[in-house]
């Protein structure tokens, strides 16, 4: 019997020393792995990763960017029966344990040892949210281990409440959603207050396998685990028997809901992208910032249509380039047709489409929409054969002639449900449009789609811009003796440098004018006039002149060639140039970037971003950026435009008497000139100028208003010929006009005010000088004071000859008074 007691007493002993030796070794090993633990305060900083928000400026959602889709609400803000979803699914012993349930571990480690895995954790609320902050989701027992020792480091420093809310806004709940509110917006488009008993279940049974078991990978699955909530929810008294049996019956109605962009203006929102990211870094994804753009949601999408609309009619105005591919599809069936159409990008209101059969005047096709539609001849006249820019086919008689069995094609539909053939065009484009007093961008495309090409041409492509560079040589002019009213010789010329050699720049029109005012000859775009300005008044001073527009000096080049626009400028560079003119003289900077605020609303500066990231009293290094950028050259705008609108006030780069004059030419374009098309807004406040290069490669027009300042820009990427009579006023202008005329409804009508220091004379049509009240051949002029003219000529016998050399009588809208 002592042996017996013996041999227990001494087991007892042993097996004490080995149980104390492995306590010791564990707290031992426990006390190495503290020192790498979060500590307390880090635990109370935890920081959400909320992505980064972009908004007009009457806070319509442009954009999301980051990897984590999260919705921060509080523990009041979730309906009761969730919390009590979550605690009886997860922990219902949340309330009354110290951040690790013993018993549940004890009981995790004989099943893993028993099955030899590491499957179960027995993690409670608190070690959840402890992995999902600090830890990797690895399953061993030395993250098991730091689970325990940062649970216990955690309920020190939070309250129960705190703790459960981080564990509603954090947990990973599937399809990038991270905490219950951003799953009830992905999954079924609600807000948590609007979930229905099921629905809450579903929720709450995501957590254990979000991955796997969510109702849209799994519905089955998710379906076992949602009812498996119910039962528990049940079992504790938290629903009743029908609520029960009635959650149990309702299907699975999940689907897949992104947060929905309520504005498409994605060129604007990569250019705001891009500038946090270059001054904050990666940290912009999950700073939950909601940032404010300058954009103006009505003007942006009137921006889209008409760049879109202008850019189709143009290809319309070219004929039908031929299907994208022919498709052996006799043997196919729709979801294989489907399938080969899924590698064509659609386009908005363009759909890609396989035509199945043709007739002598309609033919039937599938759409990428899985849509059988059918397309009459009405909708395929247009489609005249492609030739080259200046020259298409005869308008088809037949569908036939245009279309075979085959054929992948882009379709369109009308309001009505009316399908028509159509193409993407080959040309491009872009529009910007400023708040001209303060240089905010309040509408800014750059190209057709942009999930087609990302290239932002609106501030990216830089291109010749014809004669919408003439305002700034005139404006040079008049600094220099010139006046509205000074006649230059329109007459041939021959120049010989040692840049261009001989050179015999010639009109638009090919005709040669006499001595024109310069009035007429901007409404007219005379290049012989330009040419003659520039030489008058001297390169080097002109290229002083349109620096103070904010161009590029060293972009402009040394030779009379500038004066007929030979030098490369940005769509965003013209646009803020003409707002010079529009602003009075004075030039504000273009910005896009109206306000940052923090996920709670309250506003933020770059400066705090900063400090936050760094450390009030640190040096900071180079932010942390992508690797690879979208569209890493979108902003490399020196001196062009900025994120932020200036803390400067703008400043005054020419006179206010010269901006009134040169605007005041700039009418004439628009009343009597090349711009005459622009009548159709019927303001009397517009002024503008076309812009259109050498074989027709680029098309331009750039006008304003008191208010808003807007340049469209029409060209290929690849610069070719636009076509025949594609110039400025066919190809750039409609657009303007389209996006102008509602714009300006906004705004009403300013009679452009009169500034110190400027006189009127009447004075003669040919001669530009004084002349007689009574004399139908005269018109008031606008002079700077004591540059008007001074000598009264007698009325001329007007030459009505015709030949190539032109008379210099005006087609109307100069006769009488301007004002």
Not at 112 to 137: E, H
Not at 298 to 327: C, F, M, S, T
Not at 510 to 531: D, I
């Amino acid at each position: 019997m002592k042996f017996i007691y013996a041999l227990f007493s001494r087991m007892f002993w042993f097996s004490f020393a080995v149980t104390a030796a492995m306590g010791a070794g564990l707290a031992l090993y426990a006390t190495s792995l503290l020192p790498n633990l979060p500590t307390v305060e880090e635990i109370r900083e935890i920081p959400l990763n909320i992505p980064l928000r972009i908004y007009s400026s009457d806070q319509k959602l442009v954009a999301e960017y980051g990897n984590e889709r999260r919705i921060p609400v509080t523990l009041d803000q979730a309906p009761p029966l969730l919390i009590d979803a979550i605690l009886v699914t997860e922990d219902d012993n949340f309330y009354h344990h110290t951040g690790v349930d013993f018993p549940g571990i004890v009981r995790a480690l004989i099943s893993n040892i028993r099955s030899k895995s590491r499957g179960q954790g027995a993690s409670t609320i608190t070690m959840q949210v402890v992995r999902n902050f600090f830890l990797n989701p690895e399953k061993t027992y030395t993250r098991k281990l730091k689970e325990i020792l940062l649970a216990f480091n955690m309920e020190r420093a939070l309250t129960k409440d705190e703790i459960l809310e981080l564990y509603l806004n954090k947990i990973f709940l599937g399809h990038r959603s991270y905490g219950f509110a951003a799953a009830a917006q992905v999954y079924y488009g609600q807000q948590l207050i609007d979930l229905s008993v099921p629905e809450i279940a579903m929720l709450a049974g995501l957590p254990k396998a979000p991955s796997r078991d969510n109702p849209i990978s799994n519905p089955d699955r998710a379906s076992e685990r949602r009812d498996h909530v119910l039962n528990r929810l049940y079992e504790l008294g938290k629903i009743d028997k029908l609520s029960l049996d009635t959650a149990k019956q309702a299907p699975i109605t999940a689907e897949r809901h992104i947060a929905e962009v309520e504005l498409q203006a994605p060129y604007i929102a990569e250019m705001a992208r891009q500038v946090l990211v270059n001054e904050i870094g990666n940290e912009v994804y999950e700073r939950g910032l909601n940032v404010t753009l300058t954009i103006n949601s009505r003007y942006q999408e009137k921006a889209n249509q008409a760049l879109r609309k202008g850019l189709l009619d143009y290809d319309v105005r070219h004929g039908y380039r031929g299907p994208l591919e022919n498709i052996e599809a006799s043997d196919l069936s729709d979801r294989e047709i489907d399938e080969e159409l899924y590698n064509f990008p659609p386009s908005q209101e363009l759909v890609p489409a396989l035509i199945r059969s043709v007739g002598e005047d309609r033919f039937e096709a599938r759409t990428r929409n899985g849509e059988n539609v059918t397309v009459d001849l009405a909708g395929i006249q247009w489609a005249r054969e492609y030739k080259a820019p200046n020259s298409q086919g005869p308008e088809p008689t037949k569908a036939s002639s245009v279309v075979k069995t085959g054929d992948v094609v882009y379709l369109a539909s009308n309001q009505e449900g009316e399908w028509r053939l159509s193409q993407m065009p080959d040309v491009s484009g872009a529009l910007v449009s400023l708040h001209s007093k303060t240089g905010a961008i309040l509408a800014l495309t750059g190209g057709f789609d942009y999930y087609l090409s990302k290239f932002n041409r609106a501030i990216q492509a830089e291109r010749q811009p014809g004669s919408n560079i003439k305002p700034f040589i005139y404006s040079a002019a008049l600094d220099n003796g010139f006046t509205p009213g000074t006649p230059v010789s329109g007459a041939p010329i021959v120049i010989e440098d040692n840049l261009e050699g001989i050179w015999r720049p010639e009109n638009y029109s090919k005709k040669f004018f006499g001595p024109t005012r310069l009035r007429k000859a901007l409404s007219l775009s005379l290049n012989l006039v330009s040419v003659r300005l520039l030489r008058a008044v001297g390169i080097n001073t002109a290229v002083e002149h349109l620096e103070n527009f904010g161009f590029d000096p060293e972009r402009l080049p040394k030779s009379l060639s500038l004066s007929l626009g030979s030098t490369t400028i940005t769509p965003i560079e013209l646009a803020s140039g003409y707002s010079v003119f529009s602003n009075n003289g004075k030039r504000a900077l273009p910005y896009f970037i109206e306000k940052i605020e923090d996920g709670d609303g309250n506003p933020v500066t770059l400066a705090d971003l900063k400090a936050a990231q760094c450390g009030a009293e640190q040096d900071c290094e180079a932010p942390e950026t992508d690797t690879e950028s979208e569209n890493p050259d979108t902003l490399n705008t020196k001196n062009v435009i900025t994120g932020f609108a200036s803390e400067a006030p703008p400043t005054q780069v020419i006179s206010p008497q010269n901006a009134f004059l040169t605007t005041s030419i700039m009418k004439q374009v628009i009343l009597s000139g090349t711009g005459r098309r622009a009548l159709k807004i019927g303001r009397q406040d517009l002024a503008g100028k076309t812009g259109t290069t050498n074989n027709y490669r680029d098309a331009w027009f750039s006008g304003f208003s008191p208010d808003v300042t807007t340049t469209v820009f029409v060209g290929f990427d690849e610069p070719s010929h636009l076509g025949r009579r594609e110039s400025g006023a066919s190809a750039a202008l409609p657009i303007w006009v389209d996006y102008m005329d509602s714009v300006l409804k906004d705004f009403p009508e300013t009679p452009q005010s009169v500034p110190d220091k400027i006189v009127t004379r009447f004075i003669d049509k040919e001669t530009g000088e004084l002349t007689q009240g009574g004399d139908p051949d005269g018109y008031s002029e606008y002079f700077l004071s004591g540059t008007e003219p001074t000598n009264i000529v007698q009325p001329l016998v007007r030459n009505t000859g015709t030949g190539n050399q032109s008379t210099n009588t005006d087609s109307g809208g100069e006769t009488g008074s301007l004002f």
